[in-house]
């Protein structure tokens, strides 16, 4: 019998997926997942909850992040795995990431307030409490004073970056983010990253850097991949010998991505778990 899907990236309402932790841990077990990773944006707030919700589902859970960071004006996501969540200089980074991402938000909000009748009032409710917040949390506003219909439409208007009313928030390069997620035991596989659009296929000498900084994987299979990018990834990946994932980017109903859509390779994710030393797989 083919073991059951592993699905390394995956958001909850810690960050901008709809469903808490706990209701995403039963949709995984729903979906038939095997094993999934809770992969939220530059927090750690889900892992025990996520802990308490396997017990007893046979689902295995990964706990993770999904590390925000900066080369240029570009948008680099940094997947790390099996990390000390009480590493104090990712702790502080972390921290340092939501507070500027939250006052990023708020001046957004303002600009788009010029043109539309929505408050931040209107933003923070749709988040919860503490969470990572981003465009996502405006979208869901927006969706809800009616000036788009869905979160994607709202991202591909009023909040794309040519809209004028968009800033980018403070973070670190992605050699910092590769350092710090090496120094907390844990392993950084770099996401999607040859999504189609702007900035987001690294240059080969800067991989070749984060590489040597410590990079161990790439996460290959994922819906926004290119497929001329997908094959240049593979040859890096052979070239560098490095881990190889595939995975949902799953946020809920926040985004089309379903549970499992692409998923890794069970000798992949041994990989992963034998270099952590920061923290280890929950077997629920
Ligand atoms: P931000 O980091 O605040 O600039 O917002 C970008 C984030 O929004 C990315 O991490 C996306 O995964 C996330 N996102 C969530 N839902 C959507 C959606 N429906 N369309 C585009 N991006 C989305
Ligand atoms: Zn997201
Ligand atoms: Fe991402
Ligand atoms: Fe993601």
Do not use: C
């Not at 707030?45 to 900066?70: C, H, Q």
């Not at 973070?171 to 900035?199: D, F, M, Q």
């Not at 790439?218 to 497929?227: L, Y």
């Amino acid at each position: 019998m083919p073991s059951r899907p592993i699905d390394l990236h995956t958001h909850s309402s810690v960050s901008d997926g709809t469903e808490t932790p706990a209701e995403l841990v039963a949709a995984a077990v729903q979906a038939g997942l095997g094993t999934v990773a809770l992969t939220d944006h530059d927090s750690t707030a889900g892992w025990s909850e996520a802990t308490r919700a396997v017990a007893g589902t046979g689902l295995t859970l990964v706990p993770g992040m999904e590390l925000s960071t900066r080369l240029g004006l570009d948008s680099v996501h940094m997947l790390a795995y099996l990390f000390d969540p009480t590493d104090p200089a990712l702790v502080a980074e972390t921290a340092r990431l939501r507070d500027s991402r939250l006052h990023r938000a708020e001046r957004i909000v303002e600009r788009i307030a010029a043109d539309y009748d929505i408050s931040w009032g209107d933003v923070l409710a749709q988040s919860t409490s503490g969470a990572t917040l981003g465009r996502p949390h405006i979208a869901d506003a927006l969706v809800a004073k009616g000036f788009a219909p869905d979160r994607s439409a709202a991202f591909a208007g009023i909040l794309h970056w040519r809209s004028g009313y968009y800033e980018p928030h403070e973070a670190p390069s992605p050699l910092l983010g590769v350092r710090l997620v090496r120094e907390a035991g844990g392993v950084p596989v770099i996401a999607h990253p040859a999504t189609r659009g702007r900035g987001t296929n690294i240059p080969e000498r800067a991989f070749d850097e984060l590489v040597e900084a410590g990079l161990m994987g790439v996460e290959i299979a994922h819906r926004e991949n290119t497929d001329a990018g997908a094959e240049r990834l593979r040859a890096l990946a052979r070239r560098h010998d490095l881990i190889v994932t595939g995975s949902s980017d799953y946020h809920g109903e926040g985004k089309p991505n379903r549970l499992g859509e692409n998923s890794t390779a069970p000798e992949e994710l041994e990989r992963i778990v034998e270099a952590a030393t920061g923290w280890a797989p929950v077997r629920g």
